[in-house]
């Protein structure tokens, strides 16, 4: 089977008025294209920076009705690129909300747009709507808190920061959730200024309520060994170093060994546990631990009136130990959705046409694209990727000195999908 042939065109003049560059977009599209042709043929426009001819095909194509989600970006970016008044490059994008009303990736990047265009009150809705989305993705969280505080939209701020508390367990939690505190005690202390004791009061409760984890669960040793701490969880998984963050809202937030001690420790959270038994599994994995034991602190209802804190000592042997905890009244109903990473690109954008916003970013116009929690950016960083075989290895010698583990892991890799394009000097 041959592919079938790609319909040709002509590229228009510069100088062609916009009633022929419409004329003959109109002609393209009385035939039948398929919409993976007019992506192609865009990003053939974008290369040749005929920014008029990007922006009158995909005006046509919308209405011939051949709508794709990444259209309007690519027209808004074009639009900019060329000194279209931004309040003409607003209503593009936000033409856009019908085609993502279920996606909360494309909400969240259209509104990281709307930010660039000082449209933060819609901004913060969008993330809203996201977060309605899926309730247990930090993201829209924590975007919003960013631009609420940095705005004073306190409203906002009293929505997101105890959200934030509660789900941002990501790299660089410790520095959200300062964020989220001070930003809440910001707007407490406004709404009391402005009389308003009702919202400082529910501020302060959602805050504290927030701060609640339904179970902690530590283990401490001492010595150069490395000990492994895995959660068994009532909805089927298992939260470790490999399985971090669970649909059953288990966190693993810290993976230590020895010998330095301030290291040695591992640590599991749930800050809404479902009911039923937690299984925890403790491995000694290698090197000497001082006495052949560890500590294992179970807390229940952390940051509550309830706080119940246990503290047992487990004997190490050759085999792994297990130490159960009941749960009864844990918070959680039901598992999350199978948890997924937020990628910015992903899903409304055919492949190819990154390339095509990254050359529209260096157009000479102001349009740049990604996500960053106050501003859209493109920011180019050169670094060096390593392709081909590699492997690395780690030997641990047992405290007799009798016996040598070595865990080497191999690494494959390979380089796809390179676009190259000028960078603006």
């Known amino acids: ?186 707007a407490e202390e406004a709404f009391i200024k402005a009389g308003d004791l009702k919202r400082a009061t529910d501020l302060r409760t959602a805050m504290q309520q927030a701060r609640h984890l339904d179970l902690v669960v530590r283990l401490e040793w001492s010595g150069q060994g490395d000990l492994d701490l895995q959660v068994a969880e009532p909805g089927g998984s298992t939260c470790s170093l490999l399985q971090p963050m669970t649909m059953s809202g288990g966190i693993f937030v810290h993976d230590g060994f020895g010998p330095n001690q301030d290291n040695c420790y591992e640590e599991y959270l749930c800050p809404l546990a479902m009911p039923g038994e937690y299984r925890v599994i403790i491995k000694h994995v290698s090197g000497t631990v001082v006495g052949k034991r560890a500590r294992l602190t179970i807390v229940r209802d952390r940051g509550s009136k309830q706080e119940d804190v246990i503290t047992e000592t487990v004997m190490l042997g050759p085999k792994d130990q297990t130490v159960r905890i009941s749960m009864s009244h844990g918070r959680r109903t039901k598992a999350n959705a199978e948890p997924k990473n937020f990628d910015p690109k992903e899903g409304l954008i055919p492949r190819g046409h990154h390339a095509a916003l990254a050359q529209l970013a260096n157009s000479g116009g102001t349009a740049q694209v990604g996500i960053g929690p106050s501003a859209v950016g493109f920011t180019p960083v050169v670094s060096l990727i390593n392709e081909g075989i590699r492997m690395g290895a780690m030997a641990t010698v047992s405290g007799d000195r009798r016996y040598v583990r070595i865990n080497a892991s191999p690494i494959f890799s390979s380089i796809t999908d390179v676009f190259t394009y000028t960078i603006a000097q």
Not at 33 to 62: G, N, W
Not at 91 to 108: H, K, T
């Open 1 to 186: 089977m041959t592919d079938e042939p790609k319909p040709k065109i002509d590229l228009l003049s510069p100088d062609a008025t916009p009633a022929e560059r419409s004329a003959h977009w109109n002609r393209f599209f009385k035939n039948k294209i398929k919409p993976e042709i007019v992506s192609d043929f865009v990003l053939d426009l974008v290369e040749h920076r005929k920014f008029e001819d990007v922006i009158a095909c995909l005006e046509q194509a919308i209405r011939s009705g051949q709508i794709q989600p990444w259209m309007y970006q690519v027209l808004a970016l074009s639009m900019q690129a060329v000194g279209r008044p931004n309040a003409q490059v607003e209503r593009v994008m936000l033409s856009s909300q019908d085609l993502i009303s279920n996606d909360p990736n494309a909400m969240m990047i259209l509104a990281a747009y709307l930010v660039r265009f000082d449209r933060h009150d819609r901004a913060i809705e969008l993330y809203r709507q996201a977060a309605a989305l899926n309730p247990s993705r930090p993201e829209p969280y924590v975007l919003a808190l960013e631009l609420a505080t940095r705005t004073k939209n306190y409203s906002a701020v009293a929505w997101a920061a105890p959200e934030v508390l509660s789900y941002s367990w990501s790299k660089g939690r410790e520095r959200m959730n300062q964020l989220a505190e001070q930003s809440a005690a910001e």
